[in-house]
């Protein structure tokens, strides 16, 4: 599976991720100390969504979006913390000259955590593709608290913890185009917690064979020393549907107190906006308990 950023920008599960991770800042922003942000698998930054991507048979590939963020954009009754995802959305729309109301230009992760941070915290963004890195340079140019890393993200995980914060948040959003990217996401893991057991790593996963992903969190789960983990998912069309992704998930290590509630009431918003079908559901669930 090729799940390179720019293919899918805007779709159902960068809402799902993105409103998560901004919950996931503003829990760690509760306390006054600084943080580090560490994103391993940054992409560009930002994204046109009028770019035409091709399929390797030349055709043009059907843009995601519209079923994505275009769900959630004008929409008049969304909860207050989706409300202010989707008002970033249109700042980021906006600074590139899109003042007429029509969605355009979408947000990666990296600005949408960019504009959401205090003087005292940072942002460490590794992207491995030399373009995709140098994008990310332009972008931030200028920003002190903004630091780009043309490196490996799991690399980076063992390199840049501990943070002299003593406090972090990872982000691993990995493009899932090795059969080998569990075995490597739960190494890094490994190491992250071994180097900084208390940092908090969020990892999204897409749900294409649920028995994938099921048994890495169930290994994950069962490994020594586990830390309290909790794992958020949506599915947008039921097993039967003829859609290949029908479901992402995002599990967070350690993480921030009383998040899981605000979760919880995000969820089922997400899945009455975002489903395709009756077989559309969100699920909140604690692999491993808080202790």
């Avoid at 960019?114 to 140019?141: S, Y």
């Amino acid at each position: 599976m090729n799940y390179r950023h720019h293919y899918h920008a805007g779709n159902f599960a960068d809402v799902f991720k993105h409103a998560l991770l901004l919950r996931l800042v503003a829990a760690l922003q509760r306390k006054e100390r600084g943080f580090l942000y560490l994103d391993t698998h940054a992409g560009r930054g930002g994204y046109d969504l009028g770019a035409t991507t091709l399929l390797p048979d030349g055709r043009e590939r059907a843009p995601e979006w519209p079923a994505g963020i275009g769900r959630l954009w004008g929409a008049a009754d969304l909860p207050p913390v989706l409300a202010d995802y989707v008002a970033l959305v249109a700042q980021f729309n906006a600074r590139h000259g899109d003042t007429g109301g029509e969605l355009r230009h979408y947000p990666g992760s990296p600005w949408l955590v960019q504009r959401a941070l205090r003087p005292q915290d940072r942002a460490a963004l590794c992207e491995l593709r030399a373009e995709d890195a140098e994008a990310l340079e332009f972008m931030f140019r200028g920003e002190r608290r903004v630091s780009v890393h043309a490196m490996d993200g799991y690399t980076a995980l063992k390199a840049m913890l501990p943070p002299p914060e003593k406090r972090a948040l990872g982000l691993i959003d990995p493009p899932f185009e090795a059969q080998t990217e569990f075995a490597d996401i739960a190494r890094a893991l490994g190491e992250a917690l071994k180097r900084f057991p208390a940092g908090t790593y969020a990892l999204w996963y897409p749900i294409t064979e649920r028995a994938r992903s099921d048994r890495f969190i169930e290994d994950l789960a069962l490994a020594p020393e586990a830390p309290p983990t909790l794992c958020a998912e949506l599915q947008i069309a039921g097993d039967s549907a003829q859609v290949r992704m029908k479901g992402c998930g995002l599990l967070v290590l350690n993480p921030p107190w009383r998040i899981d509630g605000e979760f919880r009431a995000m969820l089922p918003v997400l899945a009455g906006k975002l489903g395709l079908d009756a077989g559309a559901r969100a699920e909140l669930r604690w692999p491993v308990p808080e202790r």
